[in-house]
């Protein structure tokens, strides 16, 4: 399964921003599907997941009310709706598939990863 993550980009502070991640194959359909993301100098950290269906979802609590995840899997496609964007959210962002159909939270959890998109938000 290859996955191809993109959207990522420059925006000031309060902007937006929908990443997308399109895997290789409609067997993703089957799997829970999150996003990561990493800082400069920091360990890559869990941002959202949802579940095969679409109907569980999970936030990390610094960006809850802010971002959605969603999916179509008609399309094999995973988005993640961005929006009152802080400098903090400054990152590379990466789409990763898990290993089973449900929302997980935990790295470990995903057989496979996407190569990441750049998202900087500025002051």
């Known amino acids: 399964v290859q996955l191809q993550a993109s959207g990522g980009g420059l925006v000031q502070a309060g902007g937006s921003l929908r990443l997308s991640c399109a895997a290789s194959?409609?067997?993703?359909?089957?799997?829970?599907m999150g996003w990561f993301r990493q800082a400069p100098g920091k360990e890559r950290e869990f941002v959202a997941s949802i579940n095969w269906s679409g109907r569980d979802v999970y936030y990390t609590d610094s960006v809850k009310g802010r971002f959605t995840i969603s999916r179509d899997n008609g399309k094999s496609t995973v988005y993640l709706q961005m929006n009152s964007l802080k400098p903090e959210d400054t990152a590379v962002y990466y789409c990763a598939a898990a290993r089973g159909a449900w929302s997980a939270t935990d790295r470990g959890a995903y057989a496979y990863w996407g190569r990441g998109t750049q998202v900087t938000v500025s002051s």
């Open positions: 194959r409609r067997t993703t359909s089957n799997n829970g």
